[in-house]
């Protein structure tokens, strides 16, 4: 407990999955946090939880791809609490529609580009002017292991997802000397309602099975991961792409 006192933090994409529970998490450990998602009752709604539980919140609304609603996010933060020290850009996701290269469309492409790589840069924008204000802070992004290995399909959100890896080394580099750690979470399947929408009972038992340990990733796998790279625990850690995915790319084809 405590480990973010005295820290104001936003995370993206708050209202569902990970982000839901990274927020209330980062609230539980003394943060003032600020609700952002596109999905407004929803972010309102997980605010209200949070009060109820004793935490400070706030909540906004933010279309993260679009420049001008992600600096009024951070506006919203810098208003309400006087700072910004932690930003989580997370949200994020796909869409069927994204195949493979051979049928790719530029529909496809530019919803994966904008929503999972493009809403990140302006974060890190945004955050990192917001940041230099306040002396410093911690940027956390998140990727995927799809954006570190090959699919037979979601072609541009992994691709996407390995902008993310490179962008977070790039921000790293560039605003370490400002005291701004920039860091990337690659989660693998992670149960929440946008992978139950697309993963069938079938495709589960078989990531589990890929699995080094025991089970599939839950939202408080990452989530407690985001504190620990919120808070002063990491303070030595930027540039690092931390993989969450229950080994599932740390071994040969033979497990068994
Ligand atoms: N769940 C997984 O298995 C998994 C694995 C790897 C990476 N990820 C990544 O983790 C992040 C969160 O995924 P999740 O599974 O919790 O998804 P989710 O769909 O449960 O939550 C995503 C949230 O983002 C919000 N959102 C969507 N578009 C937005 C926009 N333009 N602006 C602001 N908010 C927007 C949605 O309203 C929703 O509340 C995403 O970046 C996803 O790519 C998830």
Not at 36 to 65: C, K, W
Not at 92 to 119: H, R
Request: aromatic share 6%; hydrophobic share 40%.
């Amino acid at each position: 407990m405590h480990r973010l006192e005295g820290k104001v933090a936003i995370v993206t994409g708050s209202a569902s999955g990970i982000g839901a529970e990274t927020i209330q998490l980062m609230a539980r450990e003394g943060a003032k946090v600020v609700v952002a998602d596109f999905n407004l009752p929803g972010a309102q709604d997980i605010a209200e939880r949070i009060i109820a539980a004793g935490g400070e919140a706030t909540s906004v609304f933010v279309d993260s791809t679009q420049e001008e609603s992600v600096k009024e996010m951070i506006g919203h933060a810098v208003s309400t609490y006087g700072k910004l020290d932690i930003l989580h850009n997370n949200a994020g996701g796909s869409k069927p529609i994204d195949v493979d290269v051979s049928n790719m469309t530029k529909e496809a492409w530019d919803f994966a580009m904008n929503l999972n790589l493009t809403s990140v840069m302006w974060g890190c924008k945004h955050g990192v002017l917001a940041m230099r204000e306040n002396g410093g802070g911690s940027i956390i992004n998140t990727a995927s292991v799809s954006g570190l290995l090959g699919d037979h399909s979601y072609t541009a959100y992994g691709v996407a997802k390995a902008g993310v890896v490179n962008l977070t080394r790039y921000v790293a580099t560039q605003e370490g000397k400002r005291n701004i750690r920039c860091n990337a979470i690659a989660p693998g399947l992670i149960i929440t309602p946008a992978s139950e929408a697309v993963y069938t009972e079938e495709i589960k038992a078989q990531f589990e099975k890929n699995n080094a340990l025991s089970r599939l990733g839950s939202p408080k796998d990452i989530a407690q991961a985001a504190v620990f790279l919120g808070s002063d625990e990491s303070l030595y850690m930027t540039g690092h792409i931390l993989q969450l995915d229950g080994g599932s790319t740390v071994h040969q084809p033979n497990l068994s």
